[in-house]
């Protein structure tokens, strides 16, 4: 007992030491972690949301079924929110744009076209402004 | 053993300093790979603790008394059972077993999200190990569990038993995996708004701890109120003990928060609100912690005493979580902001804002209580204490609020519902809440006890509004699906589980509320003193005390108690109703010579066994204090008898002090209880975390890549173009 | 009316009820709270009439019963004074001699040092860590 104490001691160091240090030895022998981290995290940011927003569609319409809700009413709050998450999939289209955009960049490929053109903005835009300015009262 | 075990302590305290450090390193400098290491840190610091809680338990398991905790909290006669929990019923293997429970749902959560909000989770992992510090240092330089003792003893105190109860056992890890789940949304809370991400995806990642959080939290505490009720003498399951209040507190903002975080995720609004429950749960789940260590309370559970290193450490950490949660929300109330308005007073957003407010001033009201003696201190310089009636007098009110509240959110539309939809949703459940009324008026004497009538009657309608909707829903999923009802009711179910789940949460409720105000308002109770073969009335049963009775318990060749009781028989209107035995059972001190042989008995602990006939409509329950004088005189006697006598004899002794009691009785005090529907305390309880277990459940991905597709097509029309969605 | 001046309004309306019942509820408790009181304390400063929350240890050899009401003694806790106490009511399993107990208590009118103990509210403190030995002093 008395030598084997010291003997684990030291092997469970080994393995803590070996476990914390992996990622930073990774780094140093010049193994990246995933390129446009950033981007694959707004990008599952923006995938929950949209669920999000599905599972509300879906709710809105159980309420209607289930008589809560008028259909004047129910009209107009799935109205608002289809655009809600009309803007949703347009926010994944534009990432998706960027991110191969910014892949074909890392290799050498020149871009083939601008990403998300202002022109085709205007049209969600308008109806972004309008859903979000909608007076509720 | 215990070396090693000391040496994983140590390693486990830098481990967690070093993951503080790494994580906001890798958090301030955007370097992941520290990040990463601080993950694996955490993964690490559950492999370490592990590894201690394992040696401690074969400690206890093996009678290894040169642990000292094992001597002082086990002895080689404690069933193996209770030799495994009596590993937590220390102060410091309770301590570890909160580290452990901590490091491992850390883990679980860093595991499950480690692509994901990458900016809130180095400060979020940073917050969880430091916790993880503060706990290892408590373990490596105040409290260890692998003290040794230099000269080994034969045998350990043994376990307390009056802590020898199933319920007892699970009591503890239920109400640490409580606070230690509800640590990780304050974290996350933490890095929400310290990298200044407020947006609801850090409420979604962390949602189902902080369900899972709530559900092991609200076990905990029902499990103490029933052994409170089922194996203490006084019949009581609940006393407003600091100690429950401890734990019912963060339970109260949790649910408020788990409320609130819908309209978050929904509406963006409320995100003040969402913080600061949050922040305030992850605290008081720590202050409950502390508070039954801690001496500062006088409760029934104020193990330690108060002015050592522990309490100075705890209220070090409340003190700096309370003020970095005020200045955290403070400073970020600018992205803090709602999105939208309140549109309407009659909107769920409106209902979830009063439920939030009935919820914490329910909170105040147990924290004023309970911290009273305090405040008064702080304020005349007199400590005064607050008893239960004061508290029932605040709560019961708000209890009321909160159960109309249950009844009425889940049929309100968001943002703005209109009032003839509403009366036409609630008048079927007002109706059954009148006629409940009404018949309770006429037909019991409920009328007596108005706050009991209001309760009852708010109850029912609570009731009938979670029927109506379980119905609905079912009926218009067989419209949709042209399924049989229960086909259509489980689908129904299956595809919502949150909400459905919540019903179920709030039928079980509303229930529960329904036993609390039946047995605490027309309860009947009597202490009453009776000879063999005498009779008493209590709530319209007859109680004859029919004869004594005595048994001893033999274990392993000792004696382990001795038992006196009583056999009562129950009646109710000439009709049998049962045979009740309750004893109390007398455990041996360990100290033999500083007692005499047969007194010795009479100085250990004590337990009731209290005996109930448990009922749909009512309890009956008895539990007996034997004579205490009788007992020490006749034992006294024996003993000087005894002082020279050998082994045999004094047990026999034992024996025949049984047999004299069976035929010498003297008088006992009985304790009798006619309780109202306390069984449906229990029932409501149980439909409760039933209810939650539907809502903690995950819907399998069929179903959700289902429901996706059918809302992604609508929307996808609107984008004028067809989009095949699988994923 | 416009929306933001009913919010307003509501938020005035919100605030003065909580303020409100805030201070009933501190007012109440300072009314309704019986102060804690070692059996020093009470023997000097004891008002007939009124609750007081004692709080010490169960004098060795004082306990006894007569019927159901059970009589001892309670004294401070690193100290020698001692008051007496009457209690009815379920004694609690861990009671015994040398224990740190809680029971409110209010004076007989009659002089003295027995104290009346209320019904139900005693108290014993569960032995430190578990133990099933009686901790000493």
């Known amino acids: 007992m008395d030598v084997l104490a010291p003997l684990l001691i030291i092997l469970v160091l080994g393995a803590v030491v070996w476990l914390i240090s992996a990622p930073l030895r990774a780094k140093a022998a010049g193994r990246e972690l995933p390129a446009n981290v950033r981007d694959a995290q707004r990008r599952r940011d923006l995938e929950i949301e949209r669920d999000q927003k599905y599972a509300e569609i879906r709710e809105l319409e159980m309420d209607l079924r289930t008589g809560k809700l008028s259909e004047a009413d129910y009209r107009e709050t799935d109205r608002a929110l289809r655009a809600e998450a009309v803007d949703i999939l347009h926010a994944l289209d534009e990432l998706g744009a960027a991110t191969a955009a910014q892949r074909e960049a890392d290799e050498g490929v020149p871009p083939v076209s601008d990403v998300a053109p202002a022109a085709d903005e205007s049209a969600p835009q308008a109806a972004v402004g309008r859903s979000r300015n909608t007076p509720d009262a | 053993m215990a070396t090693l075990g000391r040496a994983l302590l140590i390693l486990a305290f830098a481990v967690t300093i070093y993951a503080v450090v790494s994580a906001l390193y890798g958090g301030r400098k955007r370097k992941p790979e520290w990040v990463v290491s601080s993950r694996n840190a955490m993964y690490a610091l559950f492999g370490l603790l592990s590894i201690a809680f394992l040696i401690m338990e074969i400690a206890f398991l093996r009678d290894d008394f040169s642990f000292e905790t094992v001597a002082t909290h086990s002895s080689t006669t404690t069933p193996i059972l209770y030799k495994f929990a009596a590993a937590w019923s220390s102060q410091e293997g309770s301590l570890l077993l909160w580290a452990w429970l901590l490091s491992g749902f850390s883990s679980l959560v860093l595991f499950l999200n480690r692509r994901r909000l990458q900016e809130i989770t180095p400060y979020a992992t940073a917050v969880l190990a430091g916790f993880g510090t503060f706990f290892t240092m408590l373990l490596v330089f105040s409290n260890s569990p692998f003290e040794t003792l230099s000269i080994v003893p034969p045998d350990g105190t043994g376990l307390n038993p009056l802590l020898r109860h199933p319920a007892m056992m699970i009591h503890p890890p239920m109400l640490y995996s409580g606070y230690t789940l509800f640590t990780i949304p304050f974290a996350f809370a933490v890095g929400a708004l310290v990298a200044r991400r ?170 004023w209580g309970t911290f009273f003696p305090l405040i008064s201190e702080a304020i005349t310089g007199d400590k005064a204490a607050v008893g239960p009636p004061w508290f029932s007098k605040y709560i019961v009110p708000l209890a009321l609020v909160l159960i109309l509240l249950t009844g009425i959110g889940p049929v309100i539309p968001w943002r703005r519902a209109s009032w003839a939809n509403a009366r036409r949703m609630f008048a079927l459940p007002a109706v059954v809440a009148a006629i409940t009324f009404v018949v309770l008026l006429v037909v019991s004497d409920a009328g007596d006890k108005p706050w009991a009538l209001g309760l009852f009657t708010v109850a029912a309608f609570a009731l009938a509004v979670a029927a109506q909707e379980f119905w609905r829903g079912t009926r218009a999923r067989m419209a949709m699906s042209n399924e049989y009802p229960p086909v259509a009711f489980a689908s129904m179910v299956r595809r919502n589980r949150r909400r459905y789940g919540g019903y179920i949460i709030h039928i079980g409720v509303a229930v529960l509320f329904i036993g609390v105000a039946a047995s605490s308002a027309f309860q009947h109770v009597e202490d009453v003193r009776l000879d063999v073969g005498k009779t008493t009335e209590v709530g319209g049963y007859t109680f004859t005390y029919v004869k004594p009775t005595s048994t001893i318990s033999i274990r392993d060749g000792g004696v382990e108690k001795i038992n006196f009781g009583a056999r009562m028989r129950v009646s109710k209107d000439g009709h049998f109703v049962a045979n009740l035995d309750p004893a109390r059972g007398y455990y041996p001190s360990n100290a033999p010579f500083a007692f005499g042989p047969v007194g010795r008995f009479f100085e250990g602990e004590a337990t009731s066994e209290v005996r109930m006939d448990a009922g749909w409509t009512r309890d009956v329950w008895v539990s007996i204090a034997p004579d205490g004088q009788w007992i020490n005189k006749v034992s006294d006697g024996l003993d000087e008898k005894l002082a020279k006598a050998p082994v045999e004899q004094q047990l026999r002794a034992v024996g025949g002090l049984a047999a004299f009691y069976r035929s010498n009785p003297p008088a006992a005090t009985f304790r009798i209880l006619v309780s109202p529907l306390v069984m449906w305390v229990w029932i409501g309880a149980i439909i409760t975390f039933l209810g939650g277990a539907v809502a903690l459940w995950p819907a399998p991905d069929a179903a959700r890549r289902r429901a996706r597709a059918s809302a992604a097509a609508r929307v996808a029309q609107d984008l004028g173009r067809t989009k095949a969605k699988t994923t | 009316m416009d929306p933001s001046r009913k919010r307003m309004i509501r938020l005035v309306v919100a605030l003065t009820a909580a303020v409100f019942l805030a201070s009933a509820l501190v007012y109440t408790s300072f009314s309704a709270s019986s102060e804690a009181k070692t059996p020093s304390q009470l023997l000097t400063s004891a008002k007939s009439g009124e609750s007081y929350e004692l709080t010490g240890k169960v004098v060795k050899g004082s306990i006894v019963q007569h019927g159901s009401t059970t009589l001892f003694r309670v004294r401070d806790r690193d100290g020698k004074q001692s008051v007496a106490v009457s209690y009815t009511g379920a004694i609690p399993d861990p009671f015994r001699e040398g224990r740190e107990v809680i029971v409110n208590v209010s004076k007989r009118t009659a002089t003295g040092d027995t104290f009346v103990g209320e019904r139900d509210s005693l108290v014993t403190k569960c032995p430190s860590k578990f133990s099933a030995e009686p901790q000493s002093t």
């Open chain 2, 198 to 367: 407020v947006d609801a995806e850090w409420i979604s990642v962390t949602r189902r701890f902080t369900l899972a959080a709530w559900f092991f939290l609200g076990i905990g505490i029902m499990l103490g109120a029933r052994w409170s009720y089922a194996e203490l003498g006084w019949g009581g399951y609940w006393a407003w003990d600091p100690v429950e209040n401890a734990s019912l507190m963060p339970w109260l903002t949790g649910t408020a928060f788990l409320h609130s975080m819908m309209i978050q995720e929904k509406r963006g609004m409320l995100k003040v609100w969402n913080s600061s429950l949050v922040l305030a749960t992850g605290t008081l789940a720590i202050v409950g912690t502390f508070l039954v260590r801690s001496g500062i309370l006088d409760s029934i559970h104020a193990f330690v005493d108060a002015g050592n290193y522990v309490a100075f450490a705890f209220t070090g950490l409340i003190c700096a979580m309370t003020l970095g949660s005020v200045y955290l929300v403070v400073s970020r109330r600018d992205i803090l902001r709602s999105e939208h308005r309140l549109d309407s007073l009659l909107s769920r957003e409106s209902m979830f804002l009063l439920n939030n407010i009935v919820l914490v001033a329910m909170c105040f009201v147990v924290f």
